[in-house]
C-alpha cells in the first residue's frame, strides 16, 4: 500500500475547533518566525525556512498557504509561484531557477509547487525524457541534503484529495464566475491521467524521503482540516529544527 491509500481523507474539524486550533497555531507560528529572523529574543537568526508545497489540481494549496502566512508580516516572508520554465529557463540546469528564491538564515520562503515538477508534470507528460526524469530523484535529494546539511529546514506537503473531491470542486470552479479563470483544459487533461499521476507521486514521495527533508501527505477533502494540520505542522518542524541547532525554543506563553 502506498502512502497516498493511508490518508485517511474523512478527518474533519467542527468549525470552533477549527478556528481556535487555527489562531493558536498563527499565533506561535508567529512568534517564532520572529524568534527566527532575530527580531525578538537573543537576536541570533534561526536556520533557513523552507515550505514547499505540492499537491493535486485544487488540493487547497492556495488555501493553506493563505492560511500559513495570514498572521506574518510579508516583509518576513517569500512566497514564489512556479509555473512552466521560460525559454531562458530550458537553456539551464532544472534546478538553476530555484536557487535564487531560497531563504537565507532567518528567512523564509513558501514554495507554491516547486522543483518537484520535474518527477511529476514533467515526467507524466513527456516534458523531459525519461533519463531525465529518472535521473531528477538523485538530484533533488542531492540538492535538499546539501542545503539541510547548511542548516535548511525544509518542510514538504502533498495536498491530498480523492478523486470525488476534486471533481467537485472542478465544478465548483467551473459554475462560479468569479473562480473560472482557475480551472483550465490542461487541469481536465490531467484528471484523466490521475493513475499515471499517482504512479510518479508515490515513487517521488518514496525516492526523495529523507531525514532532514520528510514528506507529510495532508489529508485535503475537508479544507478546514487541511488548513490546521499544515500551519500546526510547520510549527512543529521549526520546534524541533531549534532544538537541532542547539537554540532554546521560546515559550508560547512568553508576552
Same mark, same amino acid.
Given at each position: 500500500?502506498?502512502?497516498?491509500?493511508?490518508?485517511?481523507?474523512?478527518? $474533519?474539524?467542527?468549525?470552533?475547533?477549527?478556528?481556535?486550533?487555527?489562531?493558536?497555531?498563527?499565533?506561535?507560528?508567529?512568534?517564532?518566525?520572529?524568534?527566527?529572523?532575530?527580531?525578538?529574543?537573543?537576536?541570533?537568526?534561526?536556520?533557513?525556512?523552507?515550505?514547499?508545497?505540492?499537491?493535486?489540481?485544487?488540493?487547497? $494549496?492556495?488555501?493553506?498557504?493563505?492560511?500559513?502566512?495570514?498572521?506574518?508580516?510579508?516583509?518576513?516572508?517569500?512566497?514564489?509561484? @512556479?509555473?512552466?520554465?521560460?525559454?531562458?529557463?530550458?537553456?539551464?540546469?532544472?534546478?538553476?531557477?530555484?536557487?535564487?528564491?531560497?531563504?537565507?538564515?532567518?528567512?523564509?520562503?513558501? @514554495?507554491?509547487?516547486?522543483?518537484?515538477?520535474?518527477?511529476?508534470?514533467?515526467?507524466?507528460?513527456? @516534458?523531459?525524457?525519461?533519463?531525465?526524469?529518472?535521473?531528477?530523484?538523485?538530484?533533488?535529494?542531492?540538492?535538499?541534503?546539501?542545503?539541510?546539511?547548511?542548516?535548511?529546514?525544509?518542510?514538504?506537503?502533498?495536498?491530498?484529495?480523492?478523486?470525488?473531491?476534486?471533481?467537485?470542486? @472542478?465544478?465548483?470552479?467551473?459554475?462560479?464566475?468569479?473562480?473560472?479563470?482557475?480551472?483550465?483544459?490542461?487541469?481536465?487533461?490531467?484528471?484523466?491521467?490521475?493513475?499515471?499521476?499517482?504512479?510518479?507521486?508515490?515513487?517521488?514521495?518514496?525516492?526523495?524521503?529523507?531525514?532532514?527533508?520528510?514528506?507529510?501527505?495532508?489529508?485535503?477533502?475537508?479544507?478546514?482540516?487541511?488548513?490546521?494540520?499544515?500551519?500546526?505542522?510547520?510549527?512543529?518542524?521549526?520546534?524541533?529544527?531549534?532544538?537541532?541547532?542547539?537554540?532554546?525554543?521560546?515559550?508560547?506563553?512568553?508576552?
Amino acid at each position: 500500500m502506498g502512502r497516498l491509500a493511508e490518508v485517511d481523507l474523512s478527518l $474533519k474539524l467542527k468549525r470552533a475547533e477549527y478556528e481556535e486550533r487555527l489562531a493558536a497555531a498563527q499565533t506561535r507560528l508567529t512568534q517564532l518566525r520572529l524568534y527566527c529572523a532575530g527580531l525578538t529574543g537573543d537576536g541570533e537568526l534561526g536556520p533557513p525556512v523552507l515550505c514547499v508545497f505540492e499537491g493535486w489540481d485544487a488540493s487547497g $494549496k492556495g488555501g493553506a498557504i493563505k492560511r500559513l502566512l495570514a498572521e506574518i508580516d510579508v516583509r518576513h516572508v517569500r512566497v514564489v509561484s @512556479f509555473a512552466a520554465p521560460t525559454h531562458d529557463e530550458k537553456r539551464h540546469h532544472f534546478l538553476w531557477r530555484f536557487w535564487p528564491k531560497l531563504p537565507g538564515w532567518g528567512g523564509m520562503a513558501v @514554495f507554491d509547487r516547486s522543483y518537484y515538477g520535474r518527477v511529476l508534470v514533467e515526467r507524466v507528460e513527456g @516534458f523531459a525524457t525519461e533519463e531525465q526524469w529518472r535521473r531528477g530523484y538523485d538530484e533533488i535529494l542531492e540538492f535538499e541534503r546539501t542545503l539541510a546539511a547548511e542548516g535548511m529546514l525544509i518542510v514538504k506537503f502533498w495536498m491530498h484529495v480523492s478523486d470525488e473531491e476534486q471533481l467537485k470542486r @472542478f465544478e465548483s470552479r467551473r459554475d462560479d464566475p468569479l473562480k473560472t479563470w482557475k480551472l483550465t483544459d490542461e487541469d481536465w487533461r490531467n484528471r484523466e491521467k490521475r493513475r499515471e499521476y499517482e504512479d510518479a507521486i508515490e515513487e517521488m514521495i518514496e525516492r526523495t524521503e529523507h531525514e532532514l527533508g520528510h514528506w507529510h501527505v495532508v489529508p485535503g477533502d475537508s479544507k478546514k482540516y487541511a488548513r490546521v494540520y499544515v500551519v500546526e505542522k510547520v510549527v512543529e518542524e521549526i520546534e524541533n529544527a531549534l532544538v537541532r541547532h542547539g537554540r532554546p525554543v521560546p515559550d508560547p506563553h512568553a508576552s
